[in-house]
């Protein structure tokens, strides 16, 4: 029993700092490494697929609250565009709960593998891909200081955002990883949001479409409760420890650490799945 807490202490910080740092939440850890302790290594009693999910999206409320309220302090959030993205992501959150009903764990790992390297090489070619026309058309642009205050200028079309956030809110809920994973890359590609921002604007995201997923997995006793307090509280202070640390490092670093981040996992959950 000592043994299983001081695991999932270990687990929440390390997702939350990590998670904070580079605004992807730590839900992409968070769920590997319940499953690997608690299904592989029988260290946490009843863990499967859909409560690893379930669970790892409620310790994502609190880490997305809790690194929300610290990037706030530092105007890193847009809370105008990231209420738009909203509009999508809660609803396609709340579906790809109840779809995880249907994952086994190596279609768990082979997806979530495919869909982390994914990410990754595309955050790896982001500075080829050319700007869409259309997110560069003035009537969208709208300037946005950061708490240097260097002014931002960029803007999208309300439609498009809601149409991709709602897919990305669907993986959110599916995989229990807060949306963090693919919304902070999608905005630095796509929507050419400067990543310090990107970055501060996902964990209000993640805060968020992680409450409506995490409201689905619950109705669905998708949760193991035992785990979720001890990660949420150590997720608490490992997040608003990795806010604070984002602050030392520059965006490009970030950007090199986030695809990092997302490979190494990506490769272990698909050799996990094959072998």
């Known amino acids: 029993m000592i043994l299983t807490i001081i695991i999932l202490i270990c687990i929440g910080l390390f997702s939350s700092i990590l998670g904070a740092l580079v605004g992807?939440?730590?839900?992409?850890?968070?769920?590997?490494?319940?499953?690997?302790?608690?299904?592989?290594?029988?260290?946490?009693?009843?863990?499967?697929?859909?409560?690893?999910?379930?669970?790892?999206?409620?310790?994502?409320?609190?880490?997305?609250?809790?690194?929300?309220?610290?990037?706030?302090?530092s105007n890193q959030v847009d809370r105008y565009n990231g209420s738009i993205f909203l509009i999508g992501l809660i609803p396609g959150a709340f579906v790809g709960s109840y779809a995880s009903a249907m994952l086994t764990m190596d279609s768990f790992n082979l997806y979530f593998g495919i869909f982390l390297i994914f990410i990754s090489i595309l955050l790896m070619v982001r500075d080829k891909i050319p700007p869409l026309k259309i997110f560069q058309n003035p009537k969208y642009l709208r300037p946005h200081i950061d708490a240097d205050g260097v002014v931002h200028q960029y803007g999208f079309p309300i439609w498009i955002a809601v149409l991709i956030t709602f897919v990305v809110g669907f993986i959110t809920g599916l995989f229990g990883i807060g949306g963090g994973a693919l919304?902070?890359?999608?905005?630095?590609?796509v929507f050419r949001i400067p990543p310090s921002i990107a970055i501060g604007t996902s964990m209000m995201l993640i805060f968020f479409s992680s409450l409506s997923s995490a409201i689905g997995?619950?109705?669905?006793?998708?949760?193991?409760?035992?785990?979720?307090v001890i990660l949420a509280v150590s997720s608490y202070f490992?997040?608003?420890?990795?806010?604070?640390?984002?602050?030392?490092?520059?965006?490009?670093?970030?950007?090199?650490?986030?695809?990092?981040?997302?490979?190494?996992?990506?490769?272990?959950?698909?050799f996990e799945a094959i072998f």
């Open 24 to 73: 992807i939440g730590g839900g992409v850890i968070i769920v590997p490494a319940l499953v690997f302790f608690g299904i592989k290594l029988g260290m946490i009693e009843g863990m499967t697929p859909q409560l690893a999910i379930g669970t790892s999206s409620m310790i994502l409320v609190v880490t997305g609250l809790s690194a929300m309220i610290q990037y706030n302090k």
């Open 217 to 228: 997995h619950a109705l669905q006793a998708h949760v193991q409760y035992f785990a979720l």
């Open 238 to 270: 490992g997040a608003r420890f990795g806010a604070k640390l984002a602050s030392n490092f520059s965006s490009d670093t970030l950007v090199k650490l986030l695809r990092t981040v997302l490979l190494l996992i990506g490769v272990y959950l698909i």
């Open 183 to 189: 919304m902070t890359p999608l905005m630095i590609i």
